[in-house]
């Protein structure tokens, strides 16, 4: 393809420049925890060729100790290609093969090639899926399920705090019978819960690995055993129980699993954003609101109205969620991609995935910490509301019936007086009758 300049401090070659020229599209690099990733799969396969007697020790370990500082962080200045571009990744594998093979190459001496010798036995149409899966599990086991066991834990203590403070529930936005609020915090952390187990369900097709299928499936050019021991190399260095994949045809053509697991992580930003929602939404006022709940004031709320504050952090999870719901949809179209042995759309793919797995960590845990760690409850208003509450009218049903009690809410609400008033007048319940059927802790539960 002729000459084509690279700059001179570049660790990278030939290749990667011409990707550079190539996609000047948008900025966006594949992010560290993919770069780790690739790093990971280099000295795997640096190790299996070593011992099936492919490439002599001292380059094998050259290729090792380069491809552990790629792993590590320490060259991602020089991971230079755009998110768009090839649609199998074969821009940014060929940019850690001539990174890590000069970096090889200082370490030895000698010309370490990136393609006979780091690239050997691989393809970039089984190498990017198989950093794809090592990226994603790490990245849900390692940071998102401990940051939503910790938002989880949170919501738990909050139920168990808030469990004597008796409240008006809501259907439909309107008044419904009493409950008590720990309750209501108890189904958000059985959501989180929930979300967590949907999640950890939707990795275990990650665990399968394309490596080992070489250009499209059929494992051209890769002995026997090369893939069996990169992968168990992966699997004990990783503590993750990654395999072979089962068929490699599949494992190349088609993204189905990480499709899955993007929509594990779609529903569960959906739980999020109705936690995050109905938290705000309690916490509306202070005066003019439902003001059931207090957040946690962490910054002015208005540039022009003093004293204003606002649900920032709630605000901030529910953006983070709709980026993921997002990404579903984009993550979606590429893993349709799959055209005859390969998909065509991985590096976006990947790209999506992790930024949807590192957006839920990151802004479930600001969440725990920021907002539900330091709610209040405000125990007078929620009382008056339940006291003002038609609904109540509710626990007298069992007693005189369904139309006699609908005939005193709809007295109560005409008068402006409160069901047990009304009740007093129209009914020939004891007082203690009274107290005891309209009593918060009656109709809430234990």
Request: hydrophobic share 45%; with cysteine.
């Given at each position: 393809?002729?000459?084509?300049?690279?700059?001179?401090?570049?660790?990278?070659?030939?290749?990667?420049q011409r990707?550079?020229?190539n996609?000047?599209?948008?900025?966006?690099?594949?992010q560290?925890?993919?770069l780790?990733?690739l790093?990971l799969?280099?000295?795997?396969?640096?190790?299996?060729?070593?011992?099936?007697?492919?490439?002599?020790?001292n380059?094998?370990?050259?290729?090792?100790?380069?491809?552990?500082?790629?792993a590590?962080?320490?060259?991602?200045?020089q991971?230079?290609?755009?998110?768009?571009q090839?649609g199998?990744?074969?821009?940014?594998?060929m940019?850690?093969?001539?990174?890590?093979a000069?970096?090889?190459?200082l370490g030895?001496?000698?010309e370490?090639?990136?393609?006979?010798h780091?690239?050997r036995?691989?393809?970039?149409?089984?190498?990017?899926p198989?950093a794809?899966h090592?990226?994603?599990?790490?990245?849900?086991?390692?940071?998102?399920?401990?940051?939503?066991r910790?938002?989880r834990a949170?919501?738990?203590?909050?139920?168990?705090?808030?469990?004597?403070?008796?409240?008006?529930g809501?259907?439909?936005?309107q008044?419904a019978?009493?409950?008590?609020?720990?309750?209501?915090f108890?189904?958000?952390?059985?959501?989180?819960?929930l979300?967590i187990?949907?999640?950890?369900?939707?990795?275990?097709?990650?665990?399968?690995?394309?490596?080992?299928?070489t250009?499209?499936?059929?494992?051209?050019?890769?002995?026997?055993?090369f893939a069996?021991l990169?992968?168990?190399w992966l699997?004990?260095?990783t503590g993750?129980?990654?395999?072979?994949?089962?068929?490699h045809?599949?494992?190349q053509a088609?993204?189905?699993?990480?499709g899955?697991?993007?929509?594990?992580?779609?529903?569960?930003?959906?739980?999020?954003?109705?936690i995050?929602?109905?938290?705000?939404?309690?916490g509306s006022?202070?005066r003019?609101?439902l003001?059931?709940?207090?957040?946690p004031?962490?910054?002015?709320?208005s540039?022009?109205?003093p004293?204003?504050?606002n649900?920032?952090?709630?605000?901030?999870?529910?953006?983070?969620c709709?980026?993921?719901?997002g990404h579903d949809?984009c993550?979606?179209?590429?893993?349709?991609?799959g055209v005859?042995e390969?998909?065509l759309?991985m590096?976006?793919?990947?790209?999506?995935?992790?930024?949807?797995?590192?957006?839920?960590?990151a802004?479930?845990?600001?969440?725990?910490?920021?907002c539900?760690?330091?709610?209040?409850a405000?125990r007078?208003?929620?009382?008056?509301?339940v006291e003002?509450?038609?609904?109540?009218?509710?626990?007298?049903?069992?007693?005189?019936?369904?139309?006699?009690?609908?005939?005193?809410a709809?007295?109560?609400?005409r008068s402006?007086?409160t069901?047990?008033?009304v009740?007093?007048?129209q009914?020939e319940l004891?007082?203690?009758?009274?107290?005891?059927?309209?009593a918060?802790?009656a109709?809430?539960?234990?």
């Amino acid at each position: 393809m002729g000459e084509i300049r690279v700059p001179l401090d570049a660790l990278y070659g030939a290749q990667t420049q011409r990707a550079v020229d190539n996609f000047p599209i948008s900025g966006l690099r594949l992010q560290r925890e993919f770069l780790a990733a690739l790093g990971l799969i280099k000295i795997a396969a640096a190790r299996a060729n070593h011992a099936l007697g492919e490439i002599p020790e001292n380059m094998a370990q050259a290729i090792e100790e380069a491809a552990r500082q790629v792993a590590a962080g320490d060259h991602d200045s020089q991971f230079v290609v755009d998110v768009f571009q090839t649609g199998s990744g074969t821009s940014t594998n060929m940019n850690a093969n001539e990174v890590i093979a000069h970096l090889a190459s200082l370490g030895t001496g000698g010309e370490i090639h990136p393609n006979d010798h780091v690239n050997r036995h691989q393809s970039s149409n089984d190498v990017i899926p198989t950093a794809i899966h090592i990226a994603a599990v790490s990245g849900v086991r390692r940071q998102l399920v401990p940051a939503l066991r910790r938002l989880r834990a949170v919501l738990d203590e909050k139920a168990a705090e808030f469990h004597d403070v008796f409240k008006i529930g809501r259907t439909h936005l309107q008044d419904a019978v009493p409950m008590r609020l720990g309750h209501e915090f108890s189904g958000y952390a059985r959501q989180v819960e929930l979300s967590i187990g949907r999640v950890e369900l939707a990795t275990e097709g990650l665990l399968e690995l394309a490596l080992g299928g070489t250009a499209v499936g059929t494992g051209l050019n890769a002995p026997k055993d090369f893939a069996r021991l990169a992968i168990e190399w992966l699997s004990a260095h990783t503590g993750f129980p990654f395999r072979e994949a089962g068929n490699h045809f599949e494992a190349q053509a088609a993204r189905d699993a990480a499709g899955f697991l993007s929509g594990a992580l779609r529903a569960c930003a959906i739980a999020l954003m109705k936690i995050a929602n109905d938290i705000r939404w309690l916490g509306s006022g202070p005066r003019c609101g439902l003001g059931e709940l207090r957040l946690p004031a962490v910054q002015p709320g208005s540039s022009m109205m003093p004293g204003k504050v606002n649900p920032v952090i709630a605000e901030s999870l529910l953006m983070a969620c709709a980026q993921v719901i997002g990404h579903d949809s984009c993550i979606s179209w590429c893993c349709a991609s799959g055209v005859f042995e390969l998909n065509l759309m991985m590096p976006l793919l990947g790209y999506n995935l992790l930024d949807s797995i590192g957006l839920l960590a990151a802004a479930s845990a600001n969440f725990a910490e920021r907002c539900v760690k330091g709610l209040e409850a405000d125990r007078e208003r929620a009382a008056e509301y339940v006291e003002k509450s038609l609904a109540g009218v509710t626990g007298l049903v069992p007693a005189i019936g369904y139309e006699r009690a609908a005939a005193i809410a709809l007295e109560a609400h005409r008068s402006g007086r409160t069901i047990l008033q009304v009740a007093q007048e129209q009914t020939e319940l004891s007082a203690a009758d009274l107290g005891r059927l309209l009593a918060p802790a009656a109709q809430a539960g234990h």
